[in-house]
């Protein structure tokens, strides 16, 4: 950074296999938000209309990798982002959504959708449109490389805020005491 | 031109596909499809939920007491929801029919901080671009960084309103998302001395600036009112739960459905035996399925839940100021607000007003700081729990064995119900605004902010795999039930 004029991290975030509440509990950061904002640049993201995704210093993804379409924006995020951050449970291990790996995707898929006779007509969906379910929820670094993993269900705020601060700062990320963990 | 029924499907082929995808603004994952012919004319327009996971499947096997901390995770924006809706299901499974009057407030509490949170969360950061700079205003600028730039106040309150939410489920639940505080049967912890003054210390300025985002809404509405009454607009039957007098209440009640004149269709009707009057349909091109009433049948009985449905269908709220909003809203215009897609801004934020009332209503109640926290009875094979998402009604449903491990679950969250209804408002946006046209970013965002209306949470859509439980009757020539067979 010496010499040039301060420039503002351009950063992406997306969710695949997951809740939001990875976003969410970013937004936790309350009124430090707009400090944030100050500092750096949202490209693609749910909080913006950026459908496509830019050259970017920072991804940040949460969830797991369910389907196709998980796989591919993945490997978007990969190719376009500098560092790439594995957020949240989900995002680091699969988290609670991998339980369904010990089933059988195509007998849940007839049990809910085509043989629950509570229904007016028994189909399993199968439209060009919908992207193709995988067998099974992969956490994101057995997909591509992954930079940075933040853990948490979700990661509370301040472990946001502070491993974003180290990185706009040109500092490599440490979470203190407290910040890291696991439930 | 195209009648928009006729946009849900079509075999033509050739035709040109425009896709929306992702949703922005809205929470979960969908896309939008227009299928457009040489002319540019809209042959069909579809809402799709692209994600299938299996919450109900693999929470079989689990213990009960587990469940309401783990369901939440379908959803990280409404957790609160699913943790209480499951608390109540399996408040039945323990036996408790009727909580301590401290577990009782403390869940309130925590739920109306939801509400706020939520509701706040969907008008400042996610809908309010579109509303204040215009649905086809620059993209770049569209979004919760653009309000901050230009309109620094709302933005700021918008955060704060969220957060002071975020502090009442913190302080009620132990943490602000996929909290640990409502269990089978109440709660684990009370609002201390301390907790309590620190929210009473924010509450009163949670209400003025609620009922200044109604005011706001309000004057949008004023300032285009054409646009705002007709944009995505048509009648719809309702569902909600409201109170034993009629009265909006969001945590329990009995189940009422209007149709789409404003009569009744059933009410106070108790929500331990839903699935007699709600049915669900599988459409191939969407995982999440299409409910309807029962008594109305498939093809008229689709219907809308959430604040809009809420706020006209009670028959009072139970607090002054948003009570006085309500009237004001049913009133405007001779009603054109209320019926009008866009009105559900209005009724949200009638709703988030009620929330802070209700709140501050709580803070002063003795019974919050109570040490009787729990009750048991006698174990129950089956629980239902039904409450008023911030986006609708969400019913779980829950069968366990006597080792107290689930063997069946069922959940119907709110955006599933809203699945026909936001499907429509596409097609309805498609044929008056695209149809012919050269599409814009700027047009096909109209087809966002009439789904962003809905508030429609996608993640909830797409992790249930709702599993109804089946009644069917025999009924004789006259009409009267010869036999019946139950399935749950």
């Known amino acids: 950074m010496i010499g040039g004029p301060p420039r503002k991290l351009r950063v992406a975030t997306t969710s695949l296999a997951g809740c939001f509440g990875c976003h969410m509990s970013l937004l936790d950061i309350d009124e430090r938000l707009f400090d944030l904002l100050e500092r750096i640049e949202l490209d693609r993201s749910p909080l913006t209309d950026i459908k496509d995704l830019g050259r970017c210093d920072v991804g940040i993804v949460e969830g797991g990798v369910c389907n196709a379409e998980n796989v591919r924006v993945l490997r978007e995020f990969r190719a376009r982002c500098r560092t790439l951050v594995a957020i949240g449970a989900c995002a680091v291990n699969g988290g609670l959504p991998a339980q369904?790996?010990?089933l059988d995707l195509g007998l849940c898929l007839q049990e809910v959708y085509k043989t629950e006779p509570g229904l007016r007509n028994g189909m399993v969906p199968d439209d060009p449109e919908l992207p193709l379910p995988l067998d099974k929820v992969h956490p994101l670094h057995e997909v591509v490389k992954i930079d940075y993993f933040l853990p948490g269900c979700p990661p509370p705020a301040d472990a946001i805020w502070s491993f974003l601060n180290d990185l706009v700062a040109g500092r490599t990320p440490r979470l203190g005491h407290g910040l890291i963990r696991y439930d | 031109m195209t009648s928009?029924?006729?946009?849900?499907?079509?075999?033509?082929?050739?035709?040109?596909?425009v896709a929306i995808d992702p949703l922005t603004r809205v929470e979960g994952h969908g896309k939008v499809t227009l299928l457009l012919d040489e002319e540019g004319h809209v042959q069909q327009a579809r809402l799709h939920i692209v994600e299938f996971r299996g919450f109900e499947v693999f929470i079989q096997g689990r213990p009960y007491w587990e469940v309401p901390v783990t369901v939440q995770r379908l959803c990280g924006i409404c957790p609160v929801s699913h943790h209480l809706a499951a608390s109540k299901a399996m408040d039945r499974i323990v036996g408790v029919d009727e909580l301590t009057p401290t577990a009782e407030k403390i869940r309130r509490l925590m739920h109306y901080g939801q509400i706020l949170q939520s509701h706040a969360l969907h008008f400042f950061h996610l809908s309010s671009p579109d509303l204040l700079f215009g649905f086809d205003s620059e993209a770049a600028r569209r979004n919760i960084v653009g309000v901050a730039a230009t309109y620094p106040d709302l933005a700021r309150r918008g955060v704060l309103l969220r957060r002071f939410g975020q502090e009442v489920i913190r302080i009620t639940a132990g943490k602000r998302i996929h909290g640990t505080g409502s269990i089978p049967g109440g709660v684990n912890r009370s609002v201390t001395d301390a907790e309590r003054g620190e929210l009473r210390a924010q509450v009163g300025q949670a209400v003025d600036w609620s009922r200044e985002a109604v005011q706001l809404v309000r004057r949008l509405f004023?300032?285009?009112?054409?646009?705002?009454r007709d944009f995505a607009t048509f009648p719809a039957n309702g569902l909600q739960l409201v109170r034993e007098d009629g009265a909006l209440d969001l945590y329990h009640g009995g189940l009422r459905a209007r149709g789409s004149g404003g009569g009744t269709i059933f009410d106070h009707v108790d929500y331990s035996t839903y699935w007699e009057q709600v049915f669900e349909e599988v459409k191939p091109w969407s995982y999440m399925k299409f409910p309807y009433l029962r008594l109305i049948g498939p093809e008229e009985g689709w219907y809308r839940v959430g604040p809009l449905t809420r706020v006209t269908g009670c028959d009072f709220i139970p607090s002054p100021l948003a009570e006085a909003e309500r009237r004001d809203f049913l009133a405007f215009d001779g009603g054109s607000a209320a019926r009008a897609t866009l009105g559900f801004h209005w009724a949200r934020m009638i709703e988030m007003l009620h929330a802070a009332e209700v709140i501050a209503g709580l803070l002063d109640d003795p019974d919050i700081s109570g040490g009787d926290l729990v009750r048991q009875g006698e174990r129950r094979g089956r629980g239902v729990g039904v409450l008023e998402a911030p986006r609708g009604t969400l019913i779980h449903h829950y069968r366990v064995d006597e080792q107290g491990m689930v063997v069946r679950a069922n959940l119907i969250v709110s955006t599933t119900h809203n699945n026909e209804a936001m499907n429509r408002a596409v097609r309805e946006v498609a044929r008056r605004y695209l149809?012919?046209?050269?599409?814009?970013?700027?047009?096909?965002?109209?087809?966002?902010v009439a789904i962003r209306a809905f508030d429609p949470c996608l993640s909830c859509a797409t992790h249930a795999l709702g599993q109804m439980p089946l009644s069917v009757e025999l009924l004789d020539a006259d009409g009267s039930r010869l036999d019946q067979l139950v399935r749950d």
Do not use: C, F, V
């Open chain 1, 100 to 102: 369904r790996n010990h």
């Open chain 2, 4 to 17: 928009s029924d006729s946009l849900e499907t079509t075999s033509r082929p050739g035709l040109r596909r």
């Open chain 2, 222 to 228: 004023e300032q285009n009112l054409e646009m705002y």
């Open chain 2, 435 to 448: 149809d012919g046209r050269q599409l814009t970013e700027g047009l096909l965002n109209h087809i966002e």
